[in-house]
């Protein structure tokens, strides 16, 4: 499915369908903490980064089919290591966007001399996403148990996923 696929960075006009795929994966509430009560607004500031951060989408035939935001995982001295977060839409599942978007990002990380690229909080029981991830070379450095409440498996751990650059 991802012949045809485009990755490009975000703009405004694209906010709609991003929110789109966004309250999707929130409401699905097996990825992420975010609250459900979000407000559009909200959840543009959360998703759309500004720099030295970019917001990008995956498209096919024009269609936003996924998303990901990138840049570094904490400020001053924390600015060498970069971080990321993944949407994808439920119909573009298991057919590459994801693995397409994470290329990009570590691409793009290496590229502006990050040092390595940390998630903070990967939900154990994703298993496409932890597989994702350690197929693409990042490893699990932690655990935080029982630190996400899934509404499918009950509490399970938030991993700390690394990957060095």
């Given at each position: 499915?991802?012949?045809?696929?485009?990755?490009?960075?975000?703009?405004?006009l694209d906010w709609d369908a991003i929110h789109s795929i966004f309250e999707q994966v929130v409401r699905?509430?097996?990825?992420?903490?975010?609250?459900?009560?979000?407000?559009?607004?909200?959840?543009?500031?959360?998703?759309?980064?500004?720099?030295?951060?970019?917001?990008?989408?995956?498209?096919?035939?024009?269609?936003?089919?996924?998303?990901?935001?990138?840049?570094?995982?904490?400020?001053?001295?924390?600015?060498?290591?970069?971080?990321?977060?993944?949407?994808?839409?439920?119909?573009?599942?298991?057919a590459g966007v994801g693995r397409r978007l994470g290329a990009y990002v570590i691409d793009w990380h290496r590229r502006r001399g990050f040092?390595?690229?940390?998630?903070?909080?990967?939900?154990?029981?994703?298993?496409?996403?932890?597989?994702?991830?350690?197929?693409?070379?990042?490893?699990?450095?932690?655990?935080?148990?029982?630190?996400?409440?899934?509404?499918?498996?009950?509490?399970?751990?938030?991993?700390?996923?690394?990957?060095?650059?």
């Amino acid at each position: 499915m991802t012949e045809g696929l485009t990755i490009r960075p975000a703009t405004a006009l694209d906010w709609d369908a991003i929110h789109s795929i966004f309250e999707q994966v929130v409401r699905e509430g097996e990825t992420y903490a975010y609250p459900m009560s979000l407000t559009s607004d909200d959840a543009r500031d959360l998703w759309m980064e500004q720099p030295p951060g970019l917001t990008v989408v995956a498209e096919i035939d024009g269609k936003i089919v996924g998303t990901a935001k990138m840049g570094p995982n904490r400020p001053g001295h924390g600015d060498h290591i970069g971080t990321a977060s993944f949407m994808v839409d439920a119909t573009a599942r298991g057919a590459g966007v994801g693995r397409r978007l994470g290329a990009y990002v570590i691409d793009w990380h290496r590229r502006r001399g990050f040092e390595g690229i940390q998630f903070n909080a990967v939900v154990a029981s994703n298993a496409a996403a932890v597989h994702l991830w350690t197929s693409l070379g990042f490893e699990i450095v932690g655990t935080v148990p029982n630190a996400f409440r899934s509404p499918r498996f009950g509490r399970v751990g938030l991993h700390v996923m690394f990957l060095a650059l």
